[in-house]
């Protein structure tokens, strides 16, 4: 069973949209665990307080080390990584969620306010992961939409088994277009080449429609993938 456990000071959010869909079918089933802890009980005065003011000064508050180490250590240690939701974090990518999906599971460990005290972050071993370049209120979405891309990739989980091997970022390009039902819609047809019941015009039609939009929407897969275009800067 592959395993999750969250760290969070508002553990009433989960499972949320995870207990829903594939994910929630997934764990109703067995497929997957969620444990939630609540950093909160770490805490040792009686308003379990979690955050004190940056040390000098600034805006905001900072997660303290040792109410966080303690609940860090709450959960007992294995060989799932300890994995801190962070915007200045290495990027999740398809690939390294495929690698997690392959493991025994993730320990998630959700910050809030101005960060996490960088002591812990280097006492506990924690390895900071970003979902994207943009600042949430808290770790718990990015933990969920971390999550949410692992379990999807479980055996079983997806109707399909090869509907993890034709999507977006799968082979480092984006996912070609889809179409269904009606043939027609306001005007706009079904391309011809996907009604020809020719399976390899159409192999080929997905695969350059695939690159087509990879380098108009995102060159900088195609260079992380063989080189060929300039990756922008950032």
């Not at 819609?185 to 009604?195: K, M």
Request: proline share 7%.
């Amino acid at each position: 069973m592959w395993r999750a456990a969250v760290l969070s000071i508002f553990p009433d959010m989960f499972p949320g949209p995870l207990g829903q869909s594939l994910a929630g079918k997934a764990l109703a089933a067995g497929t997957w665990s969620l444990d939630v802890v609540d950093i909160r009980d770490f805490a040792t005065d009686k308003h379990r307080t979690v955050d004190d003011t940056p040390a000098g000064g600034g805006p905001g508050m900072v997660m303290k080390a040792d109410v966080l180490a303690r609940s860090i250590d709450a959960v007992p240690q294995d060989a799932r990584l300890r994995l801190l939701m962070s915007p200045r974090g290495a990027p999740l990518s398809q690939s390294r969620v495929a690698a997690l999906a392959d493991g025994p599971g993730v320990i998630l460990i959700c910050g809030r306010f101005e960060g996490v005290d960088e002591r812990v972050i280097a006492a506990r071993n924690l390895e900071e992961v970003s979902v994207g370049n943009y600042v949430l209120s808290g770790g718990e979405i990015a933990a969920m939409a971390l999550i949410d891309a692992c379990v999807r990739l479980l055996p079983g989980v997806m109707g399909a088994a090869a509907s993890g091997h034709e999507e977006s970022f799968a082979d480092g390009l984006l996912e070609y277009p889809q179409y269904t039902r009606p043939q027609l819609f306001e005007g706009r047809p079904i391309p011809e080449v996907l009604l020809s019941g020719d399976h390899a015009k159409i192999g080929a039609w997905r695969r350059a429609e695939a690159e087509r939009l990879t380098k108009e929407r995102r060159p900088d897969l195609l260079a992380g993938r063989d080189g060929r275009v300039t990756k922008p800067a950032r």
